[in-house]
């Protein structure tokens, strides 16, 4: 099993209680309004929304994958942070058992906020995660931070 980590910092005029609310509470029914090719629906397999749960997602035609199952691993509301793992599907490819992505929402002096958000890659055997997956992660992420963001400021 190999572990691969990526780490990306993004600022944001948003307030972190705003910005986590959005991309961490509410995104399963806000992203397909804001960004429709993103994904198609997100329906809850087991719990109720809260750690523990497990949620299967159809990805949109913006998308190269079809599904994703993810499991919420971390909602912490105080400190704004949130994680899950991504734990089946065809974005795992045939070689990721599976990936972790964290995010924490650090307030800063003038209102907004740091985001940080580190995603971990879990391989099965010794399979390496090709740098251009990594970059396709680290983008996608950023795409749907970045018109969540536009949409919280225009609204």
Known sequence: MGVQKSEVEATSSVSAEKLFKALCLDIDTLLPQVVP???KSAEILEGDGGVGTVKLIH???AS?????KQKVDVIDKDSFTYSYTIIDG???LDFVESINNHFTYVPTADGGCTVKSTITFTTKGDAVVP???IKFANDQN????KAI??????N
């Open 131 to 133: 740098e251009e997956n």
């Open 149 to 154: 963001e536009a949409h919280l400021i225009a």
């Open 90 to 92: 065809d974005i795992l």
């Open 37 to 39: 090719g993103a994904i």
């Open 64 to 68: 190269p994958f079809k599904t994703m």
């Open 59 to 61: 990805l949109g035609d």
């Open 142 to 145: 950023l795409a749907i931070f």
